[in-house]
Structure formats: structure tokens, C-alpha cells
């Protein structure tokens, strides 16, 4: 079994900055890439970043220049922190990985989801 726990969510000013967190623990056997999507009220879920396994980083063009995906393979953990705030970066922010389980078992690959995370920019 895998959980996801992300924590790092409020209440920002627009200008503001917060920092998202999301630890993945269970029987992991190896992490490929890690990331964070978005859903706004009404609205599909999106890609914000993501981190693959060999470093490689990619954002979406809205959030370029103001957010940062970092990641600690150490601690199986991948980071978003978020400066220049904005009303429409209002949304419930999701953890993603794209996981190996095992060895026990057998080697498996699951996509697993964090819960979610609410990020709300207002005055």
C-alpha cells in the first residue's frame, strides 16, 4: 500500500508565497517522476510541474518564473514552492507520482494521488 500526504496549503495574499510538500511512503520500490496538478472550481485538472527520476523539470507556461518543483529522493518527498501568488492560482493541489512497488510480491507500477491540498489567493 502507498500514501501520498501533502500538506503545505492555506490562505495567501495575492504577492505571497507558500511551500507544498508531499511524502510518499509504503512499498516503494522506485519513484519515476514525481509532480503537481491543479483543479480550480469548475474547472478540468491541469498539469502545474513535474520531476522526473533523471532530474528533468517541466511547468506549465502559467506558472514559469514563479513556481519551483525541487525533490528529495532521499526522503521519497518532491516540494512546490510557489512565489508571486496570484487569485488564479487558486485551486486543490495534487500530489502524483508514478511509482514501482515491490519487491515483495513483484515489481508493479502504480499512479497514485495525495488527496489534495487547498491553495487560496485572496485579499
Known amino acids: 500500500q502507498v500514501q501520498l500526504v501533502e500538506s503545505g496549503g492555506g490562505l495567501v495574499q495575492p504577492g505571497g508565497s507558500l511551500r507544498l510538500s508531499c511524502a510518499a511512503s509504503?512499498?516503494?520500490?522506485?519513484?519515476?517522476?514525481m509532480g503537481w496538478y491543479r483543479q480550480a472550481p469548475g474547472k478540468q485538472r491541469e498539469l502545474v510541474a513535474t520531476?522526473?527520476?533523471?532530474?528533468?523539470?517541466n511547468y506549465a507556461d502559467s506558472v514559469k518564473g514563479r513556481f519551483t518543483i525541487s525533490r528529495d529522493n532521499a526522503k521519497n518527498t518532491v516540494y512546490l514552492q510557489m512565489n508571486s501568488l496570484k487569485p488564479e492560482d487558486t485551486a486543490v493541489y495534487y500530489c502524483?507520482?508514478?511509482?514501482?512497488?515491490?519487491?515483495?510480491?513483484?515489481?508493479?507500477?502504480?499512479?497514485?494521488w495525495g488527496q489534495g491540498t487547498l491553495v487560496t489567493v485572496s485579499s
Open positions: 502524483n507520482a508514478d511509482l514501482v512497488l515491490g519487491p515483495s510480491g513483484g515489481l508493479r507500477r502504480l499512479d497514485a
Open positions: 509504503g512499498s516503494i520500490f522506485r519513484i519515476n517522476t
Open positions: 520531476f522526473t527520476s533523471g532530474g528533468d523539470t
